[in-house]
């Protein structure tokens, strides 16, 4: 609680005294004038006439309330709260008193440690004034000191009802709000504050904080701004200033005010902290490690420091290092939830899921309201299967005081999961979300940000944002580049390297396994680089046998020395097989780790990056408008890819439909794929076909909430939930391959389409139905039905879409040929001929090493 006790307060409360008739005892015009020679004693700090005075009206008049109030004012002064709290006893009860005389009692009693007698004064004084605004006032502060802040406001809400003038009402509401990351509300008081008193700098910084946490860091910048300009170079000023600067992407800028404030205040941990910041941002890790170090050395008790030195580490590859400090910070302090957020963090990284729960749950434990902690728990359920959960915490996680659109990405991605469209719309307009977030922030949720790609302009607006994303990387690498490549030897034939974390069994890695096996050994050389420690996997086993160079393991290693590993091998042409998928390291590729470097198979959009200079496409699924990829289109003669040989499944001799009496459509696709303009399509589709059903063979139908989330959004479109079907066959012990036996049709999605799905499909004789666009990703099915000679099922509108998929639906003769020929006919094309695709790729491999001199 603040105490009244300046002397243009005193000054103040004696006027308003003057003024009222029974406030004042009667006394002589002398006496009067006395009092007011005092409390001027009292506004010019002097402190010894006034007490005389003071102390000259008590002889004649013992009992006088102003003259027992001033001397006890001065009292508190002098730092005697024990003497001013007696002396301001008498003045109240004297039963002249004014509210302000019951607030420097309370203050005194507060000061003397009788603290449940000061709350008592203060009631007391509200009892007889309730119309006083300061004692309300006071009863906030006093509550909200002793961590009663629902009562506290009720206090404080209840005096600017009674006075919105009063001097700093508005601050401390504003506070209130603040602490309770009531940001709203906060943001009001704190400008009525401002209304009170221009340029308060208090407000200023926290009303710029509360903007920049929501995302809006120009509103901020231009708030702080004209502050800084004026010459007011406060460090929390500056190092706000500094903060914003570095969320809008201008670390040179801001490197002037974070040091600038570090300079004013060095002993502030946090200002320390944002230098090293300012090198992480720079991917300097080496120079945030050593102030990192330095902040230690001064704050040795602070755990915050070791754990962004644990996750510095971490960054730099040197896991082992970042673990120690992680639980020694655990050892010392075991109820710092930051640390435990990092330890998950960690087992994360290291795809560790279960360790990460554990360390996420234990944070979550020690405080509920960790809003880093519910969010990576969130993608950490996703990742490990448990989408209920996961969504619990992601919703969690929007609704939480310290939530920001900074940290939107694992709810969005948990979202696209669980088929939460309206989970997705709460979280606001997508692109001016994205567009108000940095780039290195951007992060995982970039893969998911391809669904929303679904026209022309939507496709560009991605490609800038893969772009924006790339420009960051290729800034941070430019800081602390590699030296020039060393003269190369002479090949005599290219070194082609595999950069992935998919080397393993994994979906991509099936794909590269009929060219493993049938490249020729005479004409490239093969070389692999995980990043995903696979240990005992069967499929990395037979890579490492197959790949005539060495096949290297690199999940620990920075992107600078993955690069320099990559340079060691002397690889000429590098393959990215990750784009913005889990595990990859673009980080790499700013180094240029290799002379040539292709992107192919994992990710169907541009990555961004202006050093990858090709993508391996074929004609069909090469974009449209080449200027949607920063890579040049490399296209194979016939197909971009090849298949394996796959499990002789057996087919049904009879269709679904024939042994059911209705059409069964199905989808084994994704749902991150899902999207509210295919739910309308596919239930255009059932509805124009009597009676028949969509079944969704998922490991994620044994999630309820996205069961219910689909069902309600086909229930909106006049879909009824008996005719959808949800079959998680990894529970059933069902093999995938087998579940299209249950299935006439696959409808499938867009604009993001099917990929190795469509290819399953087509194996067992199940047609697919498929929406073409313009961009890569919208083409890939494209590619494959028609390197089969399925183009007609292949469709360029909404409309044409259902049309095919209902006419089909109603050719029972044409499901039975297709169920009959499909196989074969897949056998007989390109897409499984692995000698002729491999030759292809041999033949392009070389022709693109001449090109480049390298041979």
């Not at 002037?256 to 720079?282: C, M, T």
């Not at 994303?469 to 800081?479: D, Y």
């Not at 890579?543 to 620990?556: A, C, P, Q």
């Not at 067992?764 to 313009?774: C, F, T, W, Y």
Request: proline share 5%; glycine share 6%.
């Amino acid at each position: 609680m603040t105490p009244r006790s300046t002397n243009a307060r005193a000054n103040n409360q004696f006027k308003q005294r003057l003024r009222a008739e029974t406030a004042i005892l009667p006394t002589v015009e002398s006496e009067v004038r006395l009092l007011h020679t005092a409390v001027d004693a009292l506004r010019r700090a002097d402190y010894d006439r006034a007490e005389k005075i003071f102390r000259s009206v008590l002889v004649d008049s013992p009992e006088n309330p102003d003259a027992l109030h001033g001397l006890g004012i001065i009292e508190l002064h002098w730092g005697r709260p024990v003497e001013a709290a007696d002396l301001f006893e008498r003045a109240v009860a004297t039963g002249a008193a004014l509210g302000q005389f019951f607030v420097n009692l309370a203050v005194a009693l507060e000061n003397s440690g009788r603290e449940d007698e000061a709350l008592q004064i203060l009631k007391r004084g509200i009892s007889q004034h309730p119309l006083e605004a300061i004692l309300h006032q006071s009863l906030g502060v006093f509550l909200h000191n002793r961590k009663q802040d629902d009562k506290a406001l009720r206090s404080l809400e209840h005096a600017v009802r009674l006075d919105p003038n009063l001097a700093r009402i508005h601050r401390m509401l504003a506070d209130l709000h603040f602490e309770h990351k009531r940001h709203d509300k906060s943001l009001k008081h704190f400008k009525l504050n401002l209304e009170q008193l221009p340029g308060d700098k208090h407000s200023l910084a926290r009303m710029a904080y509360i903007l920049g946490t929501d995302g809006k860091h120009q509103e901020a910048l231009d708030l702080l701004m004209p502050i800084y300009e004026d010459g007011i170079e406060d460090p929390d000023i500056c190092n706000n200033i500094g903060s914003a600067l570095i969320m809008l992407g201008r670390i040179d800028e801001a490197e002037k005010y974070i040091l600038r404030a570090q300079e004013l205040d060095p002993s502030r941990w946090e200002f320390n902290s944002n230098v090293a910041g300012l090198h992480l941002h720079r991917e300097d890790l080496d120079g945030a490690i050593k102030v990192f170090l330095r902040i230690r050395e001064r704050h040795p008790d602070e755990p915050r420091t070791a754990v962004d030195l644990g996750m510095a580490y971490m960054r730099q590859g040197r896991s082992e290092e970042a673990m120690k400090e992680i639980l020694d910070v655990i050892e010392d302090h075991p109820d710092h939830d930051p640390a435990w957020t990092a330890l998950g963090i960690l087992h994360s990284n290291k795809f560790e899921y279960h360790k990460a729960e554990e360390a996420y749950r234990k944070a979550l434990e020690i405080n509920p309201l960790n809003v880093h902690a519910n969010s990576n728990l969130a993608l950490t359920l996703r990742n490990t299967g448990d989408l209920d959960d996961a969504a619990f915490f992601a919703h969690k996680t929007v609704n939480l005081a310290e939530y920001a659109p900074l940290l939107f990405g694992n709810a969005f991605q948990v979202f696209h999961s669980v088929c939460d469209h309206g989970g997705l719309a709460d979280l606001g307009n997508l692109q001016e979300l994205v567009d108000g977030i940095p780039a290195a922030s951007l992060g995982g949720c970039i893969f998911n940000l391809m669904v929303h790609a679904k026209d022309i302009e939507s496709a560009r607006w991605l490609a800038s944002v893969n772009r924006r994303w790339a420009e960051a990387l290729e800034e941070s690498a430019a800081r602390n580049p590699l030296p020039a490549p060393k003269k190369r030897s002479n090949h005599k034939k290219p070194r082609v390297g595999f950069l992935s974390s998919d080397l393993r069994t994994h979906s991509v890695g099936r794909l590269i396994m009929p060219l493993m096996r049938n490249y020729d050994r005479e004409r490239l050389d093969f070389y692999g680089y995980a990043t995903w420690e696979a240990v005992n996997d069967p499929l990395q086993m037979e890579m490492r046998e197959l790949m005539n160079g060495e096949l290297r393991t690199v999940s620990d290693m920075s992107g600078r020395d993955i690069a320099e590993v990559i340079r060691g091998d002397e690889i000429d042409i590098l393959f990215d097989l990750n784009g913005h998928t889990l595990g990859a390291r673009l980080d790499a590729i700013p180094f240029k780790p290799a002379p040539v470097l292709v992107t192919w198979l994992g990710y169907p959009f541009t990555t961004g990056l202006k050093d990858m200079d090709y993508f391996l496409l074929d004609k069909r699924n090469a974009p449209v408008d080449h200027s949607l990829m920063v890579e040049k289109p490399l296209l194979m003669p016939e197909t971009w890819t090849t298949m394996d040989e796959y499990p002789d499944i057996p087919i049904t001799d009879v269709l679904p439909c024939e042994r059911n009496g209705y059409i069964t459509f199905g989808t084994l696709n994704n749902p991150y794929k899902f999207t509210p303009q295919m739910y309308e399509a596919w239930a255009r589709v059932l509805k124009a076909v009597p009676d028949s059903r969509l079944v969704f063979v998922r490991g994620e139908a044994k999630s309820r909430v996205f069961c219910s989330n689909v069902a309600i959004a086909f229930s909106n479109l006049g879909i009824s939930a008996d005719r959808l079907g949800f079959f998680d066959n990894k529970t059933e012990d069902v093999y995938f391959l087998d579940c299209y036996n249950a299935v006439d049709i696959t409808l499938d999605t867009f604009p993001v389409t099917g990929g190795t799905t469509t290819c399953d499909a087509m194996w067992m004789g199940v047609p697919v139905v498929s929406l073409i666009g313009e961009s890569h990703h919208q083409r890939i099915s494209y590619s494959l039905l028609g390197a089969v000679g399925l183009d007609e099922l292949c469709t360029s509108s909404v409309d044409e879409y259902v049309q095919v998929a209902v006419d089909l639906a109603n050719d029972v003769e044409s499901l039975k040929f297709l169920r009959e020929n499909l196989r074969p006919r897949l056998l007989e094309s390109s897409l499984c001929d692995a000698a002729r695709f491999s030759k292809s790729f041999c033949d392009v491999m070389e022709q693109l090493a001449r090109d480049h001199d390298l041979i």
